[in-house]
Structure formats: C-alpha cells, structure tokens
T-cell receptor
Framework: EPEVTQTPSHQVTQMGQEVILRCVPISNHLYFYWYRQILGQKVEFLVSFYNNEISEKSEIFDDQFSVERPDGSNFTLKIRSTKLEDSAMYFC????????????FGEGSRLTVL | QKEVEQDPGPLSVPEGAIVSLNCTYSNSAFQYFMWYRQYSRKGPELLMYTYSSGNKEDGRFTAQVDKSSKYISLFIRDSQPSDSATYLCAMSGQDTGRRALTFGSGTRLQVQP
C-alpha cells in the first residue's frame, strides 16, 4: 500500500540551527501538507502546497519556515533558525483531490530543539 | 469557544463493547469530516471520511455527521484491544477553498482484554 515517508524520524538540534525535514508523498498525489503536534497538544496545520507554490498557510508558518519541492518526489520543510518552541512532531501529508479531507499522513519527524 | 471540541478521555471499555466517540464544532462552513486513529508517537491514520451530513459504515466503524447540531460521532462495534489508540476528529471547509484540517484534541481509548 502506498504511503507517505518522512526522514529523519528524530532530529536533535541546537537552538538557532537550521533544520530540514524531508517527505516523500504518495506518488499520484498532487497536494502536500505539513502539520505539527507539540507533545500533548492538537495536531496543527502549518502549510499546504500545490502546483509548486504555497496554497494556504497558518499563522504558525512565519518567515522562519519554508517549503520546497526540489524534485519530482521530495517535499521539504525548512526551519531557518530553530527555537525551543519548535520542538514537536512534524507530519507530512498528501492528498489526491482538491476539496477533500482525505489526507494521508507520514509517521512524523520528531524535532527536539535544545 | 473552541472551533472543534473533543473529550480527551481516557475512555476505558471491555473488549467487545460498542464505543462511541464524538466531537462538536462551531464553524458551520465545515463540510468534510474525518476520523483519524493515532497510535502513540505515530502519524494519524485515516479511518473514516464523510462529506456533509449522514452516516457511513466501514466494517466495525460507523461515522455519523449531524450538521444541524454541529455534532459528529464515530462508533466502533466489537472493540478489540488493538483499537486502543487516540482517536482524532478533523474537519475542513470548502467555501473559500480552505483545505486545512482543523483537528480535535483527540480521545484516548483503552480496550481492556
């Protein structure tokens, strides 16, 4: 069964460092997303991406964050200068349809900022 | 008022019981309603997806949406210990092309053997 894969599964970084989280969405999906979940809290939307551009972003997704689809398979989330409060699970998701909630999530990348 | 409210639990039931999970919401623009299952430190796994009001059944799972009451439910029949997980409701709207999902906080379910 096709799945969304994410790397790394866990990254520990120092405050102020840049981090890149990587995702390989399901191959025939056209819409890509990043969500995050701070420990013990709700899953929160960060950004959606379609046709090589951001289609929607939340107030969390400030100038420290960026997304890119550098090739035909990868989808990345970059955090330029990490803060302690960026520590969370980051989930990549993809979907096939335009107006749909049928998102398929990856296993997540745990980011720990020290 | 929170946009999506969900009782955090934990909800503990014996194996074989019928489980009822629910969420309420305040935004009448929501049209797509989902239930995800999340095991500890794993990604959300889509269980049920419903558009607008009505019922949908898939195996042991039944999802209900009542848009007039802004209330959605997930029923699990013949619950199994492997159903022990956190269940997240999620919803999204179409009116402005908004695809972002708004999640509930999740209900932790424990099915006792």
């Amino acid at each position: 069964e096709p799945e969304v894969t994410q790397t790394p599964s866990h990254q520990v970084t120092q405050m102020g460092q840049e981090v890149i989280l990587r995702c390989v969405p399901i191959s025939n999906h056209l819409y890509f997303y990043w969500y995050r979940q701070i420990l013990g809290q709700k899953v929160e939307f960060l950004v959606s991406f379609y046709n090589n551009e951001i289609s929607e972003k939340s107030e969390i997704f400030d100038d420290q964050f960026s997304v890119e689809r550098p090739d035909g398979s990868n989808f990345t989330l970059k955090i330029r200068s990490t803060k302690l409060e960026d520590s969370a699970m980051y989930f990549c998701a993809s979907s096939e349809a335009r107006h749909s909630g049928e998102l398929f999530f990856g296993e997540g990348s745990r980011l720990t900022v020290l | 008022q929170k946009e999506v409210e969900q009782d955090p639990g934990p909800l503990s039931v014996p194996e074989g019981a019928i489980v009822s999970l629910n969420c309420t919401y305040s935004n009448s623009a929501f049209q797509y309603f989902m239930w995800y299952r999340q095991y500890s430190r794993k990604g959300p796994e889509l269980l049920m997806y419903t558009y607008s009001s009505g019922n949908k059944e898939d195996g042991r799972f039944t999802a209900q949406v009542d848009k007039s009451s802004k209330y959605i439910s997930l029923f699990i029949r013949d619950s199994q210990p492997s159903d022990s997980a956190t269940y997240l409701c999620a919803m999204s709207g179409q009116d402005t092309g908004r695809r972002a999902l708004t999640f509930g906080s999740g209900t932790r379910l424990q099915v006792q053997p």
